[in-house]
């Protein structure tokens, strides 16, 4: 359970040199439900100067890429030192403002997060209105939220919260695209390990993304 693992009480308490140990500092972008690490690994070498770290609440999981990442540390023809990206193992609906100062993220990633079918299993779900205004707090004015299903009732789900939350505004592919953003939704759709097992089954990928609107007179 949660109880058994050691979270730091605030972001300015985790100690970033053990995540980035050639350029110490708090993350720009995070991969909430990261996985096998695939989305990290794809944008490191694409943006060598922005710190990411991922969120992932199986243990064996964030340990495999806890060891994937230091592995291509030290591979010597690799593409990238890897030196910029970083996993936790931690239970991003209760702990993600424990790692992400205010305004600190120009990015959050959700990419094919688990589904939770049932009615009753729907408030397991990543995306909620109270853990929107986590997310809202952690990203900063201009930030974009990332997210992409092989479930179209979760696109749903997740575009209409996200569209009846005042601090978001939706934006499309294009404009993403025109913003310079194109890298980033190329590795949102075939970087991942769960983004790849779709392809293979022929599967549909819904994209939805918003931006964080800035606000006036915020405190
Ligand atoms: N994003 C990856 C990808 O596209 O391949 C993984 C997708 S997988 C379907 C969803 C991941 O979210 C799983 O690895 C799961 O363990 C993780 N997860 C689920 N709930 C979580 C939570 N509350 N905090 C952190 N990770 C979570």
Redesign the pocket.
């Known amino acids: 359970s949660d109880h058994s693992l050691d979270y730091p009480h605030a972001p300015d308490a985790v100690d970033w040199a053990i995540h980035y140990p050639t350029d110490p500092g708090p993350p720009e972008f995070a ?6 690490g ?2 990290l690994i794809a944008l490191a070498p694409l943006f060598p100067d922005t710190r990411m770290l991922g ?4 243990v064996q ?1 964030s340990q495999y890429v806890q060891d994937r990442i230091a592995a291509l540390r030290v591979t010597p023809d690799a593409p990238s030192h890897y030196q910029n990206i970083s996993i936790v193992r ?5 702990f993600l403002p424990n790692y992400f100062a205010k305004h600190s993220l120009s990015a959050i ?6 589904p939770h079918f049932k009615q009753r299993k729907h408030k397991a779900r ?1 995306i909620s209105p109270t853990l929107l205004a986590e997310y809202a707090y952690a990203l900063r004015p201009g930030g974009i939220v990332y997210t992409i299903t092989d479930v179209q009732d979760l696109h749903e789900w997740m575009k209409s919260h996200l569209d009846a939350f005042p601090l978001f505004e939706s934006i499309g592919e294009e404009q993403l695209r025109a913003e310079g953003k194109g890298p980033i939704l190329d590795a949102v759709y075939t970087s ?4 790849k ?1 779709v392809e293979r089954n022929n599967g549909q990928k819904w994209l939805a993304c918003f931006k964080r609107i800035e606000v006036a007179r915020e405190t």
């Not at 969120?55 to 199986?58: A, F, G, L, P, V």
């Open positions: 991969d909430v439900g990261c996985g096998f695939g989305l969120m992932e609440i199986r999981v931690a239970n991003a609906m209760k990633f959700f990419l094919f997060p688990d990543i991942t390990e769960e983004g097992k």
